[in-house]
């Protein structure tokens, strides 16, 4: 760990991979963020590793994803690797999903700091 990343990013990191696995948002929702997002915002290296393999299994069904993810990071050097703990907790919540997306919209402008959001 470089040690550059604070506490808030760490949590926003770990945020933005649980909106990403969760049920609740759309295969293809999951990949257009995905594409937006540089994994270099992922300062840990195995945020950054799960990061690149939920990005590389694309548009599948977030069920399957949960089950591939593991073996995946495992592979990636990582054999300590829990999916549950990252995920901890489990159950998004609609309430949750929508501070999950707000970390998800924050490491996207991470990642693209030049960029204006567009202010709807």
Same mark, same amino acid.
């Given at each position: 760990m470089s040690g550059k990343g604070t506490a808030h990013e760490f949590q926003l990191q770990k945020n933005t991979l649980r909106f990403l696995c969760s049920v609740l948002i759309k295969s293809g929702t999951r990949s257009e963020i995905?594409?937006?997002?540089?994994?270099?915002?992922?300062?840990?290296?195995?945020?950054?590793?799960?990061?690149e393999e939920i990005r590389d299994l694309g548009s599948i069904d977030s069920r399957r994803l949960r089950e *591939?993810? #593991?073996?995946? %990071? $495992?592979?990636?050097?990582?054999?300590?690797f829990?999916?549950?703990?990252? *995920?901890? #907790?489990?159950? %998004? $919540?609609?309430k949750e999903i929508d501070q999950l997306f707000e970390s998800a919209l924050q490491l996207l402008d991470?990642?693209?700091p030049d960029q204006e959001r567009p202010v709807d």
């Open positions: 995905c594409k937006l997002l540089d994994p270099i915002v992922f300062d840990d290296p195995l945020h950054r590793v799960v990061f *591939l993810l #593991p073996a995946r %990071v $495992t592979i990636r050097g990582f054999p300590d829990d999916l549950n703990d990252l *995920l901890a #907790p489990r159950e %998004v $919540t609609e991470l990642s693209h």
